[in-house]
Antibody, heavy 128, light 108 residues
């Protein structure tokens, strides 16, 4: 059973850097898939931040590209998010998730891009 | 960005009701659409991908349909465990992946 668990500070000061880690169990990151971060401001919807492939290529939402860095630590089977220059608008529950890859099954092509396993999420509040 | 618009934003229904949620994409996304269920304080749960393929373990009362720009999620007979918020997500266009605003299904 694949499980993801976010960890990191629950309170970050404005203009500082938000740093979160997602520990993956039940699956080796090096075996494949993309690994990503999605956030959810209080009472609002879901917003994709960025994803990383197991061997390094990263993909970001243009809205975050200048501030976000997603990295992977295969030795610890975990991946991380750094979001710099945070403001109150970055207050949200941050989820990590596994994103599917393209694949073929029974002769049919399946485009990857949906998220099949998620972490519970961690609330990060930006406040002084 | 591909805008994903869900309707209604809130839906009141009773156990046993047939429920339909609509998701519209700002441009054609073929069938590259997923549906998720989220309960308060919990992670979203994948229900359906490729517009109509049921994720393993999801009850058959859930079904999805549509292609292009209009999609529906149907719950054939609403159960007490189904009261939650539902989100659609497009993955035809990767930059960025986008979600709908959500539909809250509440008890009538």
């Amino acid at each position: 059973q694949v499980q993801l668990q976010e960890s990191g500070p629950g309170l970050v000061k404005p203009s500082e850097t938000l740093s979160l880690t997602c520990a993956v169990s039940g699956y080796s990151i090096t075996s494949g898939y993309y690994w990503g971060w999605i956030r959810q401001p209080p009472g609002k919807g879901l917003e994709w931040i960025g994803s990383i492939y197991h061997d390094g290529p990263t993909y970001y939402n243009p809205s975050f590209e200048s501030r976000a860095t997603v990295s992977v630590d295969t030795s610890k089977n975990q991946f991380s998010l750094e979001l710099n220059s945070v403001t109150a608008a970055d207050t949200a529950v941050y989820h990590c998730a596994r994103r599917t890859e393209d694949y073929y099954a029974s002769g049919n092509y399946y485009r990857g891009g949906h998220f099949d396993y998620w972490g519970q999420g961690t609330l990060v509040t930006v406040s002084s | 960005d591909i805008q994903m618009t869900q309707s209604p934003s809130t839906l009141s229904a009773s156990v046993g009701d047939r429920v339909t949620i609509t998701c519209r994409a700002g441009q054609s996304i073929s069938t590259w659409l997923a549906w998720y269920q989220q309960k308060p304080g919990k992670a979203p749960k994948l229900l359906i991908y490729k517009a109509s393929t049921l994720q393993i373990g999801v009850p058959s009362r859930f079904s999805g349909s549509g292609s292009g720009t209009e999609f529906t999620l149907t719950i054939s007979s609403l159960q007490p465990d189904d009261f939650a918020t539902y989100y659609c997500q497009q993955y035809n266009f990767y930059s960025p992946l986008t979600f709908g605003g959500g539909t809250k299904v509440e008890i009538k």
